[in-house]
DNA sequence: ATGCTATATGGAGACGGTCTCCATATCCAG
DNA sequence: CTGGATATGGAGACCGTCTCCATATAGCAT
C-alpha cells in the first residue's frame, strides 16, 4: 500500500500505465460532456487510441469513470461550499449551496440517475462523494434551521433527494415550457399555502443527524 | 388497396392479428410489472410465442408499446380522479389525486423517465395521456388555489414536473432511508419556513410569470 | 368448397453496445 | 542487458434492438 492519500492515487502506476489513464480521462470528460452519462465506452477508448481492454483495466466500470470523470467539478463544488459557507444569513447559504449542487448535477446529462444508484446502494464508485454531498447539505440545512429559515422536520436526506429530483427533472425538460427557478421555488415553498409546520406538539430539539 | 383508415382504430385487424396483439400486450404488462420498463422486447416476444417482427409491427417502438401495456392502469388513475373530484375540500382533492398519480408512475419501475420525455415531445404515444395528466393536476391545482389551499403562483406543469420528479425518486430511493411521506411533505412544503408567497408589498395580482 | 390476395408471420441477421480473455508488448529494477 | 512484473489491444462472446422478406394464412368472392 504505497498509494500517495494525498496526491491523488495512482501513484503505483507504470509510466505508460498513467499516460494511457490520463488520455482515457481527457477522452471521457469530453464524451461525457458532449453525450451525457451513457457515452459509449468503446468509442471512449477508441478515441483515446486504446484498446477497450485498456479502458476495463483502469475503469471497472461506467461509474468508475464516471466518477474519475467527475473529480474536477467536484472540486469546483467544494469551492462553492466555502463560498457559501462565507454568507452570512443561513438562508441565502442554504440557497448558494443548493445552486451550485445543482450545477454540479448538470455536469453532464443523465448525471442525477447514477448519483441516487450511490445514494441508496454503498458500494459505488460514487458513493463516497454523494455521501459528502449529503453531508454537506445537512449542513447548511442545520444552520438555516436554527436560523429559523428553514422547516425543522426537513432532514438532508429528503433535501437532497428532492434536489437530486429537481435536478433530473431540469436535466431533461428545462426547455419544455418550464424554468429552473420556477420549479426551484415549488421545491422552495412547496405547493400549499397551510403554514408550514404548525406542529400540534412543539417540535423542540429538531436537528438530528440524517442516519 | 387500402380499407377505410377514417374509423376508430383496431378492429381492422385480422383475427390472427388481433389474437397475437392481445397475447404479446398481456406478456408485456407481466414483463414490464417484473423487469421494469427495459424488460427485453425479444424476450416479451419469445414468451408470447411470436417472432420479433411480429412484436415491432404491431408496436413500433417500445414507448408504443409501454402506452398500451398501460392503458388499464390509466383507466384506473381517471377512476381515481373521478373519485378526487368528489372530495369536498380542495385541499384533500388535490392531495388525493396526487395520491393516485404516484401509484400510477410507479405501475412500473423506470415509467417516470419515458413520461416525462413524453411531456416534452410530442409525438410519443404515451404524449396523448400526458397531456391529459397534465390538464387533471391543473383541474385539481386551480380549486385548490380558489379555495386558498394551494400557492397561486404554482402552474399545473410545475406541479406535474415536480411530482414526476418525486415519482422519480422514489422509484429509485423508497427503501434508503427516506419515506414516500417524508418527501411528500417536502414537496406540499418546501423546506423553507418563510411566508409563502407574500410580496413585500400587498401586491394582489400574483401569477409573476415563469420564465 | 375453392381460389385468390391482402394481410400477417417468424426468425435470420445486421448493427451497436458491453465486457473478457490472453498472447504479445513494454517498462524498469537489478 | 535482461527477466519478470505489468500493461496492452483487439478479437470475439454475449445481449438487446430492429429490419427485411420469403412464407403462411384469413377471409372474401365465387
Known amino acids: 500500500m504505497s ?7 495512482p501513484s503505483r502506476l507504470r509510466a505508460d500505465a498513467r499516460r494511457n489513464r490520463e488520455r482515457i480521462l481527457r477522452t471521457a470528460l469530453r464524451h461525457f460532456s458532449q453525450h451525457g452519462i451513457d457515452a459509449s465506452l468503446d468509442d471512449i477508448a477508441r ?35 466555502q ?12 440557497s448558494a449551496w443548493l445552486a451550485a449542487l445543482q450545477d454540479y448535477l448538470r455536469s453532464f446529462n443523465g448525471l442525477p440517475a447514477p448519483v441516487l ?18 453531508a454537506l447539505t445537512g449542513e447548511f440545512l442545520d444552520r ?23 435536478a433530473w427533472v431540469l436535466d431533461r425538460a428545462e426547455t419544455c415550457g418550464t424554468s429552473r427557478q420556477a420549479l426551484e421555488k415549488v421545491l422552495a415553498h412547496g405547493y400549499l399555502s397551510t403554514p408550514p409546520d404548525v406542529a400540534p406538539d412543539g417540535g423542540a430539539s429538531g436537528a438530528s443527524q440524517v442516519g
Chains 1, 2 share one sequence.
Open 83 to 94: 463560498q457559501a459557507r462565507e454568507i452570512a444569513d443561513a438562508g441565502a447559504a442554504l
Open 47 to 81: 478515441e483515446a487510441e486504446v484498446g477497450a481492454g485498456t479502458l476495463y483495466r483502469h475503469f471497472p466500470s461506467r461509474e468508475a469513470l464516471l466518477a474519475a470523470a467527475l473529480e474536477g467539478r467536484q472540486k469546483e463544488l467544494l469551492g462553492g461550499a
Open 117 to 134: 444508484a450511490a445514494v441508496k446502494q454503498q458500494g459505488s464508485p460514487l458513493c463516497l462523494s454523494c455521501n459528502a454531498l449529503v
Open 144 to 166: 438555516a434551521q436554527q436560523d429559523g429559515h428553514a422547516r425543522r422536520t426537513v432532514t438532508a436526506n429528503e433535501l437532497f433527494l428532492s434536489a437530486l429530483g429537481l
Open 3 to 9: 498509494t500517495d492519500v494525498v496526491s491523488g492515487e
